[in-house]
């Protein structure tokens, strides 16, 4: 609890430096006359009016969203946020089902370091057949 921007340890302190200044004789004193100060100014019409400006003040951006009708408006973007992230949520989840369509199968078997294929001009020489000399176009063997 804060009056004025005061706490309760600083009114301590306040009071306790007050009744060393004026004694225990004039704090009472000074007390009453602090509290009709206080009923003064609390009672008068212009704190009235000081306490319905603050409230007013307080309330306005609430009260001006009422009338441009932005309440309902910022209710229907967080509806459309929370919507907008379940879709988010299903479209991530529909990528991961679709990821094992989508993703080739790694090769099952023994990996090769040259693969032949039916396009390629290289054919393997097995090194246990020698050439003929039909083979041979320069002759010699």
């Not at 004193?29 to 019409?45: E, H, M, P, Q």
């Not at 991530?92 to 040259?114: A, I």
């Amino acid at each position: 609890m804060e009056v004025l921007g005061v706490g309760p340890l600083e009114l301590f302190f306040i009071l306790l430096i007050a009744l060393i200044v004026l004694g225990p004789g004039d704090m009472a004193k000074a007390g009453r006359t602090l509290g009709r100060f206080l009923r003064k100014i609390i009672t008068s019409s212009e704190w009235r009016t000081v306490q319905k400006a603050s409230h007013e003040l307080r309330y306005l951006p609430n009260r001006l969203m009422r009338e441009a009708s932005l309440e309902d408006l910022s209710k229907e973007m967080k509806d459309i946020n929370k919507i907008g992230g379940q879709i988010n949520a299903e479209v991530k989840k529909m990528e991961l089902d679709l990821s094992s369509w989508t993703t080739p199968p790694e090769p099952s078997g023994p990996k090769n370091d040259q693969v032949e294929t039916e396009e390629s001009p290289i054919k393997s020489v097995d090194p246990t057949v020698t050439p003929n000399k039909q083979d041979d176009p320069g002759g010699e063997v």
